[in-house]
């Protein structure tokens, strides 16, 4: 069996479902093609637990992408295609051990004073903060909505603001490095760092600098953004359009070779004997760890098979998914507060640790740090009867020290339990009698679950400056070209990686139109 179009697509994730729509918009007929049995990949929701609980697989705020000209400029229109979002209120809200706290609010002077509460210099900081990203966020947006080499590096974008000499050192810096000259109380600089984090990048990591100012941010505009009816809403409304403008998504589909023809790509063959051919080209976001499996190893390019084999995938997510028939709720001022996103930050030295724990192997449950999701305390239609769905996630190593990746079979339920402990510690309403079903995914189980979750990061991998920019996915690959013609990338192993954001589809789009005669602002003009 064979068929033909426009572009094929292999993986429906949400970047290459962005990138389907656009090449859409201009007219070309696309077929995406994806392993699972449904469209999204880390942006899908699903019955996990207990039918009519819908839980978010894997990403369940859509922050980032809020800022992309997909959205900000309404660009694909994806509101007519049924994508509508939350904003909740609290945007989070993190408990100490001491019995105090921080919660983070929609109005930023209600934040401030929670600040204002363990610092006044620190809570001036964060306002200060705040100010001083939103003077810039305009150099970072453009840098990320830019596909490599079409426009200025980060460093000179940021140094043509009017304190472009201090925003290059905090580029260059770790978030903690900013943290720790900008705050002075234990507790705010612990708040910092598990916001910071939130990208999955330890925040003692250089490079990591401008998280300090951008994720709070973010948060601080958008709050923690909630698709209604689950995640998966981005990838339905994009399949919709595709669709609507005659494109095919054909799920269940598992893309197991590239067809070569004098060099270059001209479609794929699936698990299943399969074969779709391209009549302009091929867009992958198959994983770049796994890209060299689908095509002979002279066609990759020596160069492009050593950077693939240096990829690293930094650290692995470890969740374990309830359905419950209350939300974790926290003793603040004798009463109790409810918020979608909450968490454990027990302390900067242990915040601190994340990364080293993850580079040694370690499998550390000492009060482990921790994002708690519940997104129907603010979006019920999520699970039936005023119930909740609940999300608990950890951050590990994928291969434990002495003993491999394995044993994760082994120990997930007494990594779970704990977490679970340390939440309860907080929120000692989620007894046994309020959690009605159990589903825990180790780092090895994602990987399971979906391919692209390599070594168990649902960010495709670290987001080092060696693994960043131009250096993404592999130097002298960065602009969504392969080695091989006719063969382009996306996904969160591309510029500028990982999170729900729309930027790799969007940039593989620009790149693609370009090399089509066409032009992504064409497209956008068009409606």
């Known amino acids: 069996m064979s068929e033909s179009f426009d572009v094929v697509v292999a993986g429906g994730g949400h970047n290459a479902l962005v990138a389907a729509a656009y090449l859409t918009r201009a007219g070309f007929e696309c077929c995406v093609l994806d392993t699972r049995p449904i469209m999204g990949g880390d942006t899908a929701t699903e019955e996990l637990t207990l039918p009519g609980f819908l839980h978010d697989t894997c990403s369940t705020a859509h922050n980032l992408i809020q800022a992309s000209p997909t959205l900000r400029d309404d660009e694909l229109q994806l509101g007519e295609y049924g994508l509508e979002y939350l904003k909740p209120d609290p945007v989070a809200h993190i408990p100490f051990p001491d019995g105090t706290w921080l919660t983070q609010w929609r109005d930023l002077d209600r934040t401030c004073a929670e600040f204002a509460k363990f610092s006044r210099s620190d809570a001036n900081a964060f306002r200060r903060m705040v100010d001083e990203y939103d003077r810039a966020k305009g150099a970072f947006g453009a840098y990320r909505y830019t596909p490599i080499g079409w426009g200025p590096s980060l460093q000179d974008r940021v140094a043509q603001l009017p304190d472009g000499r201090r925003w290059l050192r905090r580029i260059a810096e770790s978030a903690w490095d900013v943290i720790a000259r900008e705050f002075e109380d234990p507790h705010t600089r612990a708040f910092m760092l598990w916001l910071a984090f939130m990208t999955l990048q330890p925040p ?18 958008h709050s923690w953004t ?7 809403a981005l990838p339905s409304a994009l399949s919709r359009l595709i669709e609507a403008g005659g494109g095919t998504l054909l799920p269940g589909r598992r893309v197991t070779r590239f067809v070569l023809e004098q060099g270059r790509c001209t479609g794929v063959e699936t698990e299943n004997g399969e074969r779709f051919v391209a009549r302009r080209a091929v867009l992958s976001s198959v994983h770049v760890a796994h890209l060299p499996q689908l095509a ?8 492009f098979l050593a950077g693939v084999g240096e990829w690293r995938p930094g650290v692995a997510m470890f969740v374990t998914h309830y359905a419950t028939s209350e939300a974790p709720r926290f003793l603040v001022d004798g009463d109790e507060l409810e918020a979608v996103a909450s968490g454990t930050a027990d302390s900067v030295d242990r915040l601190l ?7 040694r192997g370690a499998l ?32 590990h190593p994928y291969e434990l020290a002495d003993r491999g990746p394995e044993c994760w079979d082994d120990v997930k339920e007494d990594v779970s339990r704990a977490n679970l402990d340390q939440l309860r510690r907080y929120a000692p309403n989620l007894t046994d009698d309020t959690i009605l079903a159990t589903l825990v995914k180790s780092p090895v189980d994602l990987e399971r679950l ?3 979750n390599w070594r168990g990061s649902c960010h495709g991998g670290e987001m080092s400056p060696a693994q960043s920019g131009a250096l993404r996915p592999v130097p002298g690959w960065a602009q969504h070209r392969l080695p091989i013609a006719g063969l382009y990338q996306t996904g969160s192993t591309t510029h500028p990686g990982a999170s729900v954001s729309a930027g790799p589809g969007r940039n593989a789009a620009a790149v693609m139109l370009r090399d089509f005669g066409s032009s992504i602002e064409e497209v956008i003009a068009r409606g």
């Open 204 to 221: 003692d990591n250089a490079g990591t600098g401008w998280l300090a100012y951008s994720l709070p941010y973010g948060r601080q505009q």
């Open 226 to 232: 909630l698709p209604k009816g689950g995640s998966g």
């Open 296 to 303: 002979p190893a002279d066609a990759w390019g020596e160069d």
């Open 353 to 359: 640790r994340i990364g080293w724990d993850v580079r």
């Open 364 to 395: 550390a449950l000492d009060d482990p740090p921790l994002l708690v999701v519940c997104a129907t305390v603010a979006d019920p239609s999520r699970a039936p009867d005023r119930q909740h769905t609940l999300k608990v996630i950890g951050f």
């Open 450 to 452: 979906n391919e692209h």
